[in-house]
């Protein structure tokens, strides 16, 4: 993939100490780390290693990659690779699109509260689709799907969302017999959505009295009890956004749809336009407006701001398993499914991965003695063959081999 003209790491060098500066009121250690490791990225100070054309004999040498799960450019192979694992889970079947979003009266409270307010989304999602399906109103089987979890927009702004796909139907619940769905959107949206608020208000009422959360900076009101109370009180009186999509494709659609939304940034380098003086341009898509193309323009040190805003905490797991797919529980029923689809009962192998999608190590170089990219002369597979340090880099001369990223 070739590199874009302009990375967020090139916005760091140059408000990075300006921004951190004016920032020391909120920003954090973790902040400090995920910038730091952005602008390290693919860069001699990570070191790298010399790679050789197996046909030609081209050689180059590639700089080694910080790993960071918020890095912009760390997510491809770490996506192809999980993938390429969730490829033998498809299930002859087509399968559906279900978004819960939080409130906007709830994103600062889930600013300052995310591994609380983050982990009840991911129960409560859960539980609200589990529950529904059960029900033999509207399905009466036992569903399966993954969640993924998004607090961004296409503006940068705060918007904590969690998008779950999982095959349309489910497991009788005697796991006898595969049950097809009898609704268009596989399950009625706005009983989602009333089971999904009812749930999500109920569990945060039942957090409030054990100290699990924390009012700071423009809550701070909030820590009393009837307070809080009258906080959420307005929260019943709208519904909550639940957007349902009409199940869609097969297996191998499946794969290129959820490429778009697992392991995902805040923002990608290719949306990134021109950085004029402090001023920076970037792509964001209007979906109010037919999904248009448009342009924002913001200052370097706000839109650092607004990307530090989706930082995950520590640990915390943004790709979830639920009902049949949930790991304690796929090697026993998945198989099921299979064969009440018309397939055979044993999982399908995964299929081996192309020289260009294998990923390395924590390092950042390959688990193998084959690169992550192919020869530019002849396309031949590139082999490593010597690992080299940040100061081996530096000492490198540039006309016998030409540094490059991936």
């Not at 906080?231 to 794969?255: A, M, N």
Request: net charge positive; aromatic share 10%; glycine share 8%.
């Amino acid at each position: 993939m070739s590199r874009p003209p302009l990375e967020v790491a090139d916005l760091i060098r140059v408000a990075g100490e300006k921004f951190i500066a004016g920032s020391r009121r909120w920003i954090t250690g973790q902040h400090l780390k995920v910038l730091a490791a952005i602008v390290r990225c693919r860069t001699a100070v990570l070191g790298g290693h010399r790679d050789k054309c197996s046909r030609c004999g081209y050689r180059a040498i590639s700089y080694n990659s910080c790993r960071n799960r918020h890095c912009p450019k760390c997510q491809a192979n770490t996506r192809n690779r999980w993938l390429q694992a969730r490829r033998r889970e498809l299930l002859p079947t087509p399968y559906v699109h279900v978004v819960f979003t939080l409130p906007h009266r709830l994103a600062p409270l889930a600013l300052q509260n995310k591994k609380v307010i983050y982990g009840l989304l991911f129960r409560t999602c859960a539980e609200t689709l589990l529950e529904v399906a059960r029900d033999p109103r509207h399905l009466g089987a036992e569903i399966g799907f993954f969640g993924v979890l998004h607090s961004w927009n296409q503006k940068l702004e705060h918007h904590p969302h969690i998008h779950c796909v999982g095959p349309a139907g489910g497991l009788s619940p005697d796991h006898r017999r595969w049950i097809h769905p009898r609704y268009r959107f596989f399950l009625p949206r706005k009983v989602l959505a009333r089971v999904f608020r009812g749930k999500f208000v109920a569990a945060l009422k039942r957090g409030f009295p054990n100290v699990q959360l924390g009012f700071h900076g423009d809550v701070p009101l909030l820590a009393e009890a009837k307070a809080f109370a009258s906080f959420l009180r307005p929260l019943f009186g709208r519904d909550w956004v639940v957007y349902c999509k009409p199940p869609f494709g097969g297996p191998e659609h499946v794969l290129r749809y959820l490429g778009r939304y697992t392991h995902r940034v805040a923002v990608s380098n290719h949306r990134l336009v021109s950085l004029e003086g402090i001023q920076v341009t970037f792509r964001w898509r209007d979906s109010a407006h037919g999904n248009q193309q448009r342009l924002m323009t913001l200052a370097v040190e706000e839109f650092l701001r607004r990307f530090l805003l989706h930082l995950l905490p520590p640990g915390f797991v943004r790709i979830r398993h639920f009902g049949f797919l949930a790991h304690r529980r796929r090697a026993a029923l998945l198989p099921l499914c299979f064969q009440f689809l018309g397939l055979s009962t044993e999982l399908p192998a995964v299929p081996k991965l192309e020289p260009a999608e294998e990923e390395g190590h924590s390092t950042g170089l390959p688990s193998t003695s084959l690169s992550l990219w192919s020869c530019p002369q002849c396309g031949g597979p590139m082999i490593m063959v010597e690992r080299l340090t940040a100061a081996e880099m530096g000492l490198r001369s540039p006309p016998f081999c030409r540094a490059r990223t991936l």
